[in-house]
């Protein structure tokens, strides 16, 4: 069962996906659902069910080190559409770094929408130095504007990553 608009009539897909190293089911988990949103879209969500997650994991193209994964990305272009995780350092797609920081995210969610970076969470300040303790490394070539909590912020370009935000330290 997946949630559609009356009337949408999608052929929605869902299949298990391997998690590497291999673990039970009761550790961690990985689905991949075809044919949501925009057509060509498909998502990947991971699961840790342990209490604080220590190993990262692949699945798919994907890999992390924290409590939940959940992407989208283009079939057609390989391109990301969203990334939302919680509780982890390092998110990387195909071995390059989507989302990353030196100190455990406790979530973010990031939609590129062409030109324009949203970001979204708990626990996150707005901050353009690649050198802060917590800065979140972000992947993404091409961007002009971002935002955070809706709200245009300054950031710095570094190849193509941006930094943006960090984890408020408390």
């Known amino acids: 069962?997946?949630?559609?608009a009356s009337g949408d009539n999608r052929d929605i897909?869902?299949?298990?996906?391997?998690?590497?190293?291999?673990?039970?089911?009761?550790?961690a988990s990985s689905i991949k659902i075809d044919n949501i949103g925009d057509a060509g879209v498909s998502g990947y969500y991971y699961l840790s069910h342990e209490e604080v997650p220590q190993t990262a994991r692949s699945f798919d193209t994907f890999e992390f080190n924290g409590k939940l994964a959940y992407?989208?990305?283009?079939?057609?272009?390989?391109?990301?559409?969203t990334a939302l995780l919680k509780s982890g350092k390092i998110f990387k797609k195909?071995?390059?770094?989507?989302?990353?920081?030196?100190g455990v995210i406790d979530h973010i969610a990031v939609d590129w929408k062409g030109t324009t970076l949203d970001i979204a969470g708990s626990n996150l300040v707005a901050a353009n130095d690649p050198n802060a303790v917590s800065a979140i490394k972000i992947y993404a070539p091409g961007v002009t504007t971002?935002?955070?909590n809706g709200s245009t912020i300054p950031f710095t370009v570094s190849?193509?990553?941006?930094?943006?935000?960090?984890?408020?330290?408390?």
Request: no cysteine; glycine share 8%.
């Open 1 to 4: 069962m997946y949630p559609t």
């Open 13 to 27: 897909q869902v299949s298990r996906l391997a998690t590497l190293p291999s673990v039970p089911t009761t550790i």
């Open 71 to 81: 992407a989208e990305k283009s079939q057609s272009t390989g391109l990301m559409k």
């Open 94 to 102: 195909g071995g390059t770094e989507i989302i990353s920081s030196p």
């Open 146 to 148: 971002v935002s955070l």
């Open 159 to 170: 190849g193509n990553y941006i930094y943006a935000v960090r984890v408020a330290i408390n």
